[in-house]
């Protein structure tokens, strides 16, 4: 199993909590596209091997790209690398810029997959983060994507954002019921140093809400989605059954993917070796790199066998259902619980581990605690 994701990093206009690496200033965006495509000529003699079980073009927003871009960027994809016939194939969109011509465009290039960035459905909490659409903007986006024949939705919400109350959250899962979207993200704001909402915060402009009520907020989320159908499936991803994320649950699975674009990364076995490498952010640097031939690549480490079976339990135990033991047997030649038998004795003296036959896996307390109970793995 590989994933292959595709960076476009250009937005209508810069969130204010955001530091990803974005852009509002779409001047280059052509140059950059071109650069896209000979990224992946670069790279398609390298990955003749590997077959690709799932695309994610994510952002930014790749939907303001103007029109044909996106289309190109798949078919060009689908001709220069093996990408199984059944792949997932994900695309990001924000409501502002989902048009009915700009959705159709992805299904016929073979997006299966729409993942749209509501992250609350009030629209003065909208405003606070500096967000371009509404909430009348996300459901034409939902309709408009169903009119084109979409049915595998995602929506990616927040919690914990400055002024919400546990009723805004709660309204903005209700939406989402009603609207029957069968696959939620739900994140907690992380204040970033550097953005506006950063600066605001620590000048006493604006106040996160207490970490207590957060938790109470998100503990009810979760008890209202999964009265509502969907499986926890990740710490912060819900799904009905058939729904949930291939892409994601192969990082999750520590598996290989390759990044392109900007600062994208990615996570190969190359000659036998695990490594993990990254593509410069800075968007001169990547133009003027791929344009002269040369991969944009940064930091490229072989990660040793301990430290790779150290990452499949990191990640894995963000899945609800935890690490399989025979899978990770057939990677490593060894069985996890005997692996890290002094961490997980003492995560079972804390009640937060689950272990059988066939898995290791946080239990709710240990997913409270995530955190300190990875910690443990890292101490032993
Ligand atoms: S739309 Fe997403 S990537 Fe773009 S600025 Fe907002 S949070 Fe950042």
């Given at each position: 199993m590989a994933g292959l994701y595709i960076h476009?990093?250009?937005?209508r206009k810069k969130c204010r909590y955001c530091d990803f690496v974005?852009?509002?200033?779409?001047?280059r965006e052509d140059l950059y596209y071109l650069a896209l495509i000979s990224e992946m000529r670069l790279y398609a003699p390298l990955m003749k091997d590997k077959r690709f079980d799932t695309v994610f073009i994510g952002?930014?927003?790749?939907?303001?790209?103007?029109?044909?871009k996106l289309g190109h960027l798949l078919s060009e994809l689908k001709n220069r690398f093996d990408i199984a016939p059944d792949a997932e194939i994900t695309c990001e969109a924000n409501p502002e810029s989902a048009s009915e011509e700009k959705l159709r465009e992805l299904i016929e290039a073979g997006v299966n997959r729409l993942s749209i960035g509501?992250?609350?459905?009030s629209d003065a909490l909208l405003r606070r983060l500096g967000r371009v659409h509404t909430k009348a903007d996300f459901m034409k986006a939902v309709n408009t994507a169903r009119k084109v024949g979409f049915t595998n939705i995602n929506a990616d919400v927040m919690h914990?954002?400055?002024?919400?109350k546990r009723e805004d959250y709660m309204d903005t899962l209700r939406l989402l019921v009603s609207l029957g979207i069968p696959h939620i993200s739900s994140y907690s704001l992380i204040l970033e140093e550097g953005t506006p909402l950063f600066d605001d915060v620590n000048a006493g402009r604006e106040t996160l809400p207490d970490p207590d009520d957060a938790a109470d907020m998100q503990d009810d989320g979760i008890a209202f989605l999964e009265e509502n159908g969907?499986?926890?499936?990740?710490?912060?991803n819900f799904a009905k059954p058939?729904?949930?994320?291939r892409h994601n649950l192969n990082y999750w699975d520590n598996g290989e993917y390759l990044g392109l674009g900007l600062n994208s990364h990615s996570a190969l076995r190359l000659k036998g070796d695990w490594t993990r490498f990254n593509n410069t952010e800075n968007l001169s640097e990547y133009i003027n790199e791929v344009g002269e031939?040369?991969?944009?690549?940064?930091?490229?480490q072989k990660i040793e066998k301990q430290e790779e079976m150290f990452e499949t339990v990191m990640l894995g135990l963000?899945?609800?259902?935890?690490?399989s033991r025979s899978e990770f047997q057939a990677r490593f030649n060894v069985d996890p619980v005997t692996e890290y038998a002094p961490a997980i004795a003492e995560l079972e003296l804390d009640g937060m581990i689950e272990v059988t036959e066939e898995s290791l896996r946080l239990n709710r307390r240990g997913l409270d605690f995530q955190n300190e109970a990875l910690l443990k793995f890292m101490d032993q």
């Open positions: 476009i990093p250009f937005c974005s852009f509002a200033d779409s001047s952002g930014g927003t790749p939907t303001v790209l103007s029109e044909g509501l992250q609350s459905a914990a954002l400055p002024g919400q969907f499986a926890r499936y990740e710490i912060s058939g729904f949930e994320c031939g040369k991969l944009p690549v940064r930091n490229t963000r899945k609800i259902n935890g690490i």
